[in-house]
């Protein structure tokens, strides 16, 4: 009890900040006070700790949007001074680099489009070779043909009445084999009557027009083989002859 009524007399000594003195009428105050500070071990009559105040930069004050990034960018500028040899340099680095990258630009797209052509020429060559496979074996069942037509020409059943039935085999025969021709893409072409085309046309002889004639200097007057073409492709120009000039 003493050492309790010594701490309540110190802190009735000690002046109280912003409070202002106690009051006689609330001398639990008094009491709470100085309980604390026995039971927390520190003395009544310890001195006040003195803290440093630091000042704060307010939101006002600092620099805000594009005026605080140019402040900032003329900070670091002045901080590294750089001369003007050195910006054209980088200047002259930027516009070499940019140049190189413009070229390998370039040279990827032409590889690309070079890439792209070989492509299409592999698939058109792949197709071609698809399409054209049986020319050459074609080529050789065209003299069948050209048989089977002489000898359809060669005949007639009215004047010959008993190889009638003969002639009209070989008729069914030639037809059918036109019509598997054109199964697989092999066509049949006669010229007769059309201007003369080295492409499409093999000249056998020239003859001067008729008197009177339909036939033009260029034309095509007779057809002694009929020529073919597998897809397009002519495989045999028709034989024929041309009327020629004067």
Sequence with gaps: MSLFRTASRAYTALPVLCCGAPSSANPSSIHGIAHQSVVLGTPATAPRRKFLSV??????????????????????????????????????????????????????????????????RARRDVEQKGQFAIQKFAKDLLESADVLSKAIESVDPSSHPSLAPLHTGVVATRSALLAAFRRHGLEE?????????????????????????????????????????????????AQVGVVREG
């Design 55 to 120: 000042p704060f930069l307010r939101q006002e004050d600092a620099p805000s949007g594009k005026r605080g990034q140019e402040t900032q960018s003329e900070q670091m500028e002045s901080e590294v001074p750089v001369t003007r040899e050195e910006v054209e340099a980088l200047k002259k680095e930027v516009a070499a680099k940019s140049k190189k990258v413009a070229e390998l630009q370039d040279a990827y797209l032409r590889a690309i489009a070079e890439t792209e052509n070989v492509r299409e």
């Design 189 to 237: 072409y006669n010229p007769i009557g059309e201007k003369f085309d080295p492409g499409r046309h093999e000249a056998i002889f020239q003859a001067p027009a008729q008197e009177g004639g339909e036939r033009k200097p260029g034309d095509i007057m007779e057809v002694i083989k009929t020529g073919y073409s597998l897809n397009g492709r002519v495989v045999r120009p």
